[in-house]
């Protein structure tokens, strides 16, 4: 499905950001920046609470071919994900609050009903994690089936009219943030990061819930301490208690997303957040997983060799006992963003004869003016982050 030109081709510009529409949802164009909060300015997160599930709902939007019965059933999977979400998230405070109070008691003995209640509220926000998680799936899989022509929920008009809607809708609010004098810094899809000065703080507040009342929206903060981006959809975000939301290249390895040297993400996090030097991170990790890189290579480009002595290029697959490796037989035996990797068929255990310098410097000393510059391009293509955090 395809955007209107005019609108896929538009730059809209509200203060000193410049946004872009798409069948995917809006996204600021910044690059390479860092907002940090202090004491004149706070940063927080507002997303809307299931944005598109509520654009649906708000507009009574449903498939011609499956009448309203589509509203009543999206409205109960809709209303039991938030509420799993809420008992979450309220688990999850008080679990907090229990693991502080611990600290400073002394336990002799069986367990106490601190402890005992730490662990059923443990097993309550698991289970309300996993049942809003797949919930979640749910109902982002029925919106998604708009666009399918092979599903019975196939209405692309609904698609569109939702995408849309959820867009200018975000639009006005940073409208009238920008037109009171307070800066949205990011906008991706359901949410925008907003750059208060604090005594604002009150005036934001009072334009956020006209707008939820105007739209029927629900918002939720989160505040940074700092946000660090290579661009809209590449960041790390510090939190107050030094955890950090990790998103793009810099997000942690799940069934969607391969590994990536996923080393050199965990320490830019610890740089930003614990002021670690990155070589310290690299060379203090004993988990092998992080230095592995998983490519998919398609097409007649892998072959096998005869000795395992031969330095494998691209991906390696797993092959019967006695076999040769699988490489990508390139100019040199090489691929792109991987000059000379080895194949590791096994993932327990660390070799004593790790090439750990070759993690620090870059894969190519070449291009690597220093240490740390080194980690953070070849993992974001830009040091710029970097460098302006440790100014900080």
Known sequence: MIL???????????????????????????????????????????????????????QNLH??????????????IVARRLNAKKDAKLAKEEIKQLKEALKGSNSNG???LMEERLAELLAVADEATVSADSLKITINGSFGKFGSKWSALYAPQLLIQTTITGQLSLLMLIHRLERAGIEVVSANTDGI????????????????????????????ATEYAALYSRDVNNYIAVKPDGSAKRKGVY??????????????????????????????????????TKFVTVRTVQGERLRAVRTSARRSAGTTRTKPRGSS??????????????PAPRALARLWGFPTSFPMTSTINGMSARRARSSKTSAIRRHSSDARILHRAEGL
């Open 4 to 58: 209107p030109k005019a609108l896929s081709e538009a730059k809209i510009k509200i203060g000193r950001g410049v946004y872009r529409l798409g069948i995917g949802g809006l996204h600021s164009s910044e690059k390479s920046t860092c907002h940090v909060a202090g004491d004149d300015y706070i940063l927080v997160d507002r997303d809307v609470a299931s944005y598109y599930p509520a654009i649906i709902i708000n």
């Open 63 to 76: 498939p011609k071919q499956m009448g309203f019965a589509f509203q009543k059933v999206y409205r109960s």
């Open 110 to 112: 069986g367990p106490s």
């Open 193 to 220: 990061v907003i750059k208060c000065h604090r005594d604002d703080v009150e005036l934001m507040e009072r334009i956020i819930r006209k707008w939820e009342a105007d739209t029927r929206f629900e918002t939720e």
């Open 251 to 288: 997000g942690t390895t799940t069934l969607d997303k391969n590994p990536q040297n996923e080393i050199c993400a965990d320490a830019v996090v610890a740089f930003l957040t614990k002021k670690t030097p990155l070589h310290k991170t690299i060379r203090d990790c004993r988990d092998i």
């Open 325 to 338: 490796p699988i490489v990508n037989p390139r100019p040199r035996g090489r691929s792109k963003r991987s």
